[in-house]
């Protein structure tokens, strides 16, 4: 379970949101909506514990989202970030980094219609779908009770979006937190969270 | 060996007159670089005429206090100059800094001037303070480098260490990337230094030596030592640093602090 307990972010004179509160429990999939710059992210990051909050709490299975419980939540936590630029030269340099079981994430990537080849290939000539798929393949082989998306579907197709959802959709109690403006997406989710309205 | 052939102040002098060539091509090419070479050259000429007159009076005098006095003053400088050339808060960086200098000065002495060399008195003048120097300022040189590759990576391209740190909760594993990185730009000029050394680059410790006097053997034993010397310390001196600013450039999230640039 996730509770956000009215919190309030403000960048200098742009207040983000103002005593935001909302529930996620165990195995359901949200989608967050917003306009562009309108705090998805930063919602995202705070609750990954890497933005502060002007005010309320955050507890994630009943931690308290703060310096002493941080690494117990990240431990229960895989993240997609928007920003897929990495720099490494290949991506099998993330199965030593993020100590990667190599068959899981070959599992992934074959469900995600990726080519075992890829991780050998030069990750900055990646294209931005590709990047995406494994880095999700990446996330999903961690196997964290929460995962936590921030645009996942932004540089794939139609069928690639499909795939992704019916991977993810077939894990057992996965709580997952997203960011998405594709419809597809969205329609997949259990709630769409509007914030900043 | 021949005697040593010692150079008048007047033909020294003449040397300067060499510098006329790059600054006609500096001049030619519009480079707005000849300000900084004179000052530059007047800078060495000043800088090392002071050396010259001091060690020759320290190297007499040869007082343990003295010596280390002498090396404190330059671990020093190298401490501010390392953290002024890479652009990093010095009330930050000043202590990590600080130890990683002295802790591996102390180590690359202790065991190449007591034991390897074996002196009886490691901080004698003679070999004290010129060796100490010399492992600073080429240490200093490549500490500078990696510093900079870290911290600018860190700051403009850390997408990877933050996804790296949230999914396995390793901060070690998040900065492994980086540091390998730093490692590498710091060092690869030293081994490509190394790999050519007496093929195509004479050194210049090893060249002064045999030119004053010294039989080339014994010139080139000091230079292999001297060369590991500064392999070892340039290496040390940056994972310590690294290692000692890693522990309070993050806050308890694992979040880098803004305030690790200089202002």
Redesign the interface.
């Known amino acids: 379970m996730i509770k956000i307990e009215e919190i309030s972010k403000s960048f200098k004179e742009n207040k983000l949101f103002e005593k935001l509160s909302f529930e996620i429990r165990q195995g359901e999939k949200i989608c967050l909506s917003a306009d562009s710059g309108k705090g998805k992210s930063t919602l995202i990051k705070i609750i ?3 933005e502060s909050i002007d005010s309320g709490q955050v507890l994630i299975n009943n931690l308290l989202l703060d ?1 002493n419980n ?2 117990e939540i ?2 229960q ?3 997609l ?1 928007q ?6 030269q290949t991506a099998e ?1 993330l199965i ?4 990667l079981d190599e068959k899981k994430l070959l599992l992934f990537m074959q469900k995600l219609k990726l080519d075992a080849q890829l991780l050998k290939q030069e990750y900055q000539s990646l294209s931005g779908g590709q990047k995406q798929r494994l ?1 999700l393949s ?2 999903l082989s ?1 196997e964290k009770p929460i995962l936590i998306l921030d645009e996942p579907t932004s540089a794939l197709d139609k069928t690639a979006i499909q795939d992704l959802i019916s991977t993810i959709w077939q894990i057992e109690n996965l709580t997952l937190i997203s960011a998405s403006h594709n419809e597809d997406w969205k329609n997949a989710c259990d709630k769409i969270l509007i914030i900043n309205e | 060996m021949n005697s040593v052939l010692d150079i008048s102040v007047y033909k020294l002098a003449l040397g300067y007159i060499v510098f006329l060539i790059p600054i006609f091509w500096l001049y030619y090419y519009k480079t707005n670089l000849i300000k900084d070479v004179v000052i530059g050259a007047l800078r060495m000429t000043i800088q090392l005429a002071f050396v010259a007159f001091y060690f020759s009076f320290i190297f007499k005098l040869n007082n343990t206090f003295v010596n280390i006095t002498w090396v404190a003053v330059m671990v020093l400088v190298s401490v501010f100059t390392t953290i002024k050339r890479s652009n990093l808060n010095w009330r930050v960086f000043v202590f990590p800094v600080f130890t990683a200098i002295v802790v591996s000065l102390i180590l690359i002495d202790a065991f190449f001037l007591g034991f390897v060399i074996g002196l009886d008195n490691v901080f004698d003048a003679r070999y004290f303070i010129p060796i100490s120097g010399m492992i600073l300022g080429n240490s200093m040189n490549h500490n500078i480098i990696g510093l900079n590759a870290y911290f600018d ?1 860190l700051q403009t ?1 850390n ?2 260490y ?9 901060q070690k ?2 900065l ?2 980086y540091i390998r ?1 730093a490692i590498k730009k710091a060092l690869n000029p030293l081994i490509a230094t190394m790999t050519v050394m007496g093929l195509i680059s004479l050194p210049g410790m090893m060249t002064g030596q045999i030119l004053g006097g010294s039989d080339p053997s014994t010139a080139v034993k000091y230079q292999i030592l001297i060369l590991i010397a500064i392999f070892v310390s340039s290496n040390m001196n940056l994972v310590l640093s690294l290692i000692f600013s890693n522990r309070i450039i993050f806050d ?4 880098l602090k803004n305030s690790i640039k200089a202002k």
């Open positions: 990954l514990g890497l310096k941080i690494a990240r431990n936590i895989a993240w970030p920003d897929l630029s990495l720099n490494i340099e030593e980094y993020l100590t880095l990446a996330c961690l | 990576k391209n997408q990877l933050y996804f790296v740190l949230v999914n396995t909760n390793n594993n998040a492994l990337p990185d308890e999230f694992g979040k």
